[in-house]
């Protein structure tokens, strides 16, 4: 009874608020972007899924050092809206909207052949785009959704444009991956929609497992070339990722996250200070947390047979899209 008493009280709830709100204010990350002196002028990049949240902070960002920013996008529309407003912001006119579909293999051919056509170096690639909460839906390539979406597509994206990227090192490559992965599985028959459970973020955290485990081997791969790969948690960040999930989900996880979760400017951090910090020149293979700290990734994500044996697999069912 006395306990029911405290918790219902009004200074109980100013008490929780006051509370919330110096956690709020506590949370910095440790490296700041417009500490940074670096300049991208003379550098390409390509950000996917720039058109919102995170990834629309990580190209406002690139084109405020000069660099040519190409925003990755599904929505032609909403596309458009973010290229006017990075063009107007940063002053660089060099910024510019290319649409992509990563869940269709055909659409990740059709963008990577016009960006090979267009352009004459690719320093920078943040793989960013991802969704999550899909219902089980199958793309036409036979493949789950959101496996499609977040792993494949992208996947493919850096294969297709790996030679352009490796003729322009020093360069990077950037994942953004997330804390859930640790809670992820590997399983090959996602891929085809097979023993997924579609609960909450569980096949979002699968997807996310599979994006440091290829991160880590394309790594490998790219060794001695000047070429860096690695992957990033941005932190728990209010984007458009909830967007697929019921309101009644949707609503409270927004007011909570209104003051313990990083605002998709806070997010887009450590995916900015992946893809251009001085001190991660020639660091690559490695997972970055929210406040920018190395950390090390899930076991899984550690293990360098099934990376090899992923990376194939991946390889073998994006070939013949
Ligand atoms: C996905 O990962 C997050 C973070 O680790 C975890 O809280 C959540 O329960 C996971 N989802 C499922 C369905 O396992």
Redesign the pocket.
Known sequence: MFFMDIFCHPLWAALSALLALVVRLQRRAIWDPQACSVRLRGKTAIVTGANTGIGKFIALDLARRGARVILACRSESRGTAALNEIKQTTGNADVHLRIVDLSSMESVREFAKRILEEEKALHILVNNAAVSGLPRQMTKDGFEASFATNHLGPFLLTNLLLDLIRRSAPARIVTVS???????KVDFSHFHGDNL?Y????V??HTKLHNIICTNELARRLQGTGVTANSVHPGVVMTEVMRHYPFWLRYPFNLIGFFFFKSPEEGAVSPIYCAVSEELEGVTGKYFDSDCSLVLPAPLARDPALAVKDFEFCEKLTAKL
């Open positions: 997330s804390l859930n992965h640790k809670r992820g459970v609960s909450m973020d569980q979002y955290n």
